[in-house]
């Protein structure tokens, strides 16, 4: 267990009270995180030995750390999630209708993949105006969440699953999730599919969340809708969520450190108390996740509320321990109008073999076909025709200029003057007709005489065919 910083003590002694007073047999660890750690000279939170400690242990319950404001600190939220290979994050997202405010009909749960997309912290400055970030979508990485959310749909009674994604725009990094998704869905007939572009797809999740039942999406997505889902749900303060991996897991509240509530006996240790719920599902102890859920939902049922879910229905305000004796208090019943939850004994999903499955696309015959080199470039009012010009002149003979594109827009040829340019250039060359074989000694030639001409060129990405399908994306007005 991470006792966390801010409320992170408070609500972690509350779950403890819980947990204690069922009989989970529960022991906890403390594995020192967080700030402490980050001040004591360890930029990523955590130190060196508390990994290993971490690997033997498996499970890991945390309270929100909160990292330290400035540079150099990275989040160890997100350092954990993917150095443990926590591949999947899963979030449900429930309403308690009419005893809290929310939608009468929600139980969403979101799956979000939980190491890729633009979450590998790729980033780079390239020229004085432009930042990049790099987006990394992996087959195998699709494979094993898709191949997640359809186990855990089929072992916990679920029966739709909604893909997410903007494959309209990023019709190769979202593309291949949707197509992994379809893929992957074929083997699971039982369960109905759809996609829906991400944008109307969370619009409807703030309108209708009733409409869905499972929800798998790439990591940005991912994130961003299952904090909507827990928003429209009621609050963030009783979301859980679980992180797991092939070998380790990690299970902690949706809601971040709370500074401003620290310390006062305020904080809503409901987040923290659903993902130990979870926990003891993981640990297959069921029975006793199954009796503190209920207990809890009795709690809320019986109108005793912390502050930030205080409203019409509430019958006792209580602080954080209270809150806590209460729920321990009600351990053995269950809700009279809220649905009573049940955990029945079930095999645990299989997590070796959904990571372990082979990726389904053979090996490709991958054929160099060209390159884009990305210019930083600032002279003559940045006329492309200038740029083409010197570029052509510096590739004579060894490839041809097919396109320059600025911000993915083409700008030659035949540009339009409207197009916003700045100092940042893709050029785009290719194998010339009369020699369509290539290889990198090409790259690299042409590279060199770009030095020569003193073109600054800032990165170069080469353009591969595979089994004559080519792997880049056309420029946008090409
Ligand atoms: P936050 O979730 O800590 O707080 C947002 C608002 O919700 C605040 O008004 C807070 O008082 C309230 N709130 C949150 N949890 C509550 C609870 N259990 N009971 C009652 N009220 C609750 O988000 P914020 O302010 O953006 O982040 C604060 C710190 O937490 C930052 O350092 C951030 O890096 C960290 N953080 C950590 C996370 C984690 O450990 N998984 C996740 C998100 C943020």
Same mark, same amino acid.
Not at 75 to 98: D, H, M, Q
Not at 142 to 160: K, P, Q
Not at 337 to 344: A, D, E
Not at 443 to 461: P, T
């Given at each position: 267990?991470?006792?966390?910083?801010?409320?992170?003590?408070?609500?972690?002694?509350?779950?403890?009270?819980?947990?204690?007073?069922?009989?989970?047999?529960?022991?906890?660890?403390?594995?020192?995180?967080?700030?402490?750690?980050?001040?004591?000279?360890?930029?990523?939170?955590?130190?060196?030995?508390?990994?290993?400690?971490?690997?033997?242990?498996?499970?890991?319950?945390?309270?929100?750390?909160?990292?330290?404001?400035?540079?150099?600190?990275?989040?160890?939220?997100?350092?954990?999630?993917?150095?443990?290979?926590?591949?999947?994050?899963?979030?449900?997202?429930?309403?308690?209708?009419?005893?809290?405010?929310?939608?009468?009909?929600?139980?969403?749960?979101?799956?979000?993949?939980?190491?890729?997309?633009?979450?590998?912290?790729?980033?780079?400055?390239?020229?004085?105006?432009?930042?990049?970030?790099?987006?990394?979508?992996?087959?195998?990485?699709?494979?094993?969440?898709?191949?997640?959310?359809?186990?855990? &749909?089929?072992?916990?009674?679920?029966?739709?699953?909604?893909?997410?994604?903007?494959?309209?725009?990023?019709?190769?990094?979202?593309?291949?999730?949707?197509?992994?998704?379809?893929?992957?869905?074929?083997?699971?007939?039982?369960?109905?599919?759809?996609?829906?572009?991400?944008?109307?797809?969370?619009?409807?999740?703030?309108?209708?969340?009733?409409?869905?039942?499972?929800?798998?999406?790439?990591?940005?997505?991912?994130?961003?809708?299952?904090?909507?889902?827990?928003?429209?749900?009621?609050?963030?303060?009783?979301?859980?969520?679980?992180?797991?991996?092939?070998?380790?897991?990690?299970?902690?509240?949706?809601?971040?450190?709370?500074?401003?509530?620290?310390?006062?006996?305020?904080?809503?240790?409901?987040?923290?108390?659903?993902?130990?719920?979870?926990?003891?599902?993981?640990?297959?102890?069921?029975?006793?996740?199954?009796?503190?859920?209920?207990?809890?939902?009795?709690?809320?049922?019986?109108?005793?509320?912390?502050?930030?879910?205080?409203?019409?229905?509430?019958?006792?305000?209580?602080?954080?321990?209270?809150?806590?004796?209460?729920?321990?208090?009600?351990?053995?019943?269950?809700?009279?109008?809220?649905?009573?939850?049940?955990?029945?004994?079930?095999?645990?999903?299989?997590? &070796?073999?959904?990571?372990?499955?082979?990726?389904?696309?053979?090996?490709?015959?991958?054929?160099?076909?060209?390159?884009?080199? $990305?210019?930083?470039?600032?002279?003559?009012?940045?006329?492309?025709?200038?740029?083409?010009?010197?570029?052509?002149?510096?590739?004579?003979?060894?490839?041809?200029?097919?396109?320059?594109?600025?911000?993915?827009?083409?700008?030659?040829?035949?540009?339009?003057?409207?197009?916003?340019?700045?100092?940042?250039?893709?050029?785009? $060359?290719?194998?010339?007709?009369?020699?369509?074989?290539?290889?990198?000694?090409?790259?690299?030639?042409?590279?060199?005489?770009?030095?020569?001409?003193?073109?600054?060129?800032?990165?170069?990405?080469?353009?591969?065919?595979?089994?004559?399908?080519?792997?880049?994306?056309?420029?946008?007005?090409?």
């Amino acid at each position: 267990m991470a006792r966390g910083d801010g409320i992170g003590p408070e609500i972690s002694d509350a779950v403890v009270t819980v947990l204690e007073a069922a009989g989970a047999g529960i022991d906890p660890v403390e594995l020192p995180m967080g700030e402490a750690e980050y001040l004591a000279g360890h930029a990523s939170g955590i130190a060196p030995d508390t990994w290993e400690r971490l690997r033997r242990h498996r499970v890991l319950l945390k309270a929100p750390l909160t990292t330290p404001q400035g540079g150099g600190y990275k989040s160890l939220n997100v350092t954990l999630r993917k150095r443990l290979g926590l591949f999947a994050n899963v979030r449900p997202c429930t309403s308690y209708a009419p005893v809290l405010a929310g939608p009468p009909k929600m139980d969403v749960v979101v799956i979000r993949e939980n190491e890729e997309d633009t979450y590998a912290g790729i980033e780079h400055r390239q020229t004085d105006e432009v930042m990049q970030c790099l987006k990394l979508i992996t087959r195998p990485g699709c494979e094993r969440i898709a191949r997640y959310a359809f186990d855990w &749909a089929r072992a916990n009674g679920r029966r739709r699953i909604s893909c997410l994604t903007k494959d309209n725009i990023m019709k190769m990094t979202d593309g291949l999730f949707r197509k992994v998704f379809v893929e992957v869905a074929r083997e699971y007939p039982e369960i109905e599919t759809e996609h829906l572009i991400v944008d109307i797809g969370t619009a409807r999740v703030a309108t209708r969340p009733e409409r869905f039942d499972v929800i798998l999406a790439p990591n940005l997505y991912g994130d961003i809708i299952s904090d909507v889902a827990a928003e429209v749900a009621g609050s963030i303060g009783l979301a859980p969520s679980a992180n797991i991996g092939p070998s380790l897991a990690m299970f902690e509240a949706v809601h971040g450190s709370a500074p401003d509530i620290a310390g006062q006996d305020l904080a809503n240790p409901s987040g923290l108390l659903l993902s130990a719920v979870m926990m003891l599902v993981h640990l297959g102890r069921n029975a006793v996740a199954e009796r503190i859920h209920n207990a809890w939902l009795r709690t809320l049922e019986d109108g005793v509320h912390t502050a930030d879910i205080a409203g019409a229905s509430t019958r006792l305000r209580v602080g954080t321990q209270a809150f806590a004796r209460e729920v321990a208090a009600r351990l053995g019943e269950v809700p009279q109008r809220l649905s009573p939850v049940s955990y029945p004994e079930r095999e645990p999903l299989d997590l &070796a073999a959904i990571t372990a499955r082979p990726a389904e696309a053979g090996v490709c015959r991958k054929t160099l076909v060209g390159v884009d080199v $990305f210019m930083h470039w600032d002279l003559g009012e940045r006329d492309p025709e200038l740029l083409a010009r010197v570029l052509k002149q510096a590739a004579d003979g060894l490839l041809d200029l097919q396109v320059i594109t600025n911000r993915g827009v083409k700008v030659w040829p035949n540009g339009l003057p409207e197009t916003f340019r700045t100092d940042h250039w893709r050029c785009r $060359f290719v194998a010339r007709p009369d020699r369509p074989v290539i290889d990198n000694v090409d790259v690299v030639l042409l590279l060199g005489r770009l030095q020569q001409r003193g073109l600054d060129f800032v990165k170069c990405e080469q353009l591969y065919d595979f089994d004559g399908v080519p792997g880049y994306s056309q420029a946008q007005g090409q």
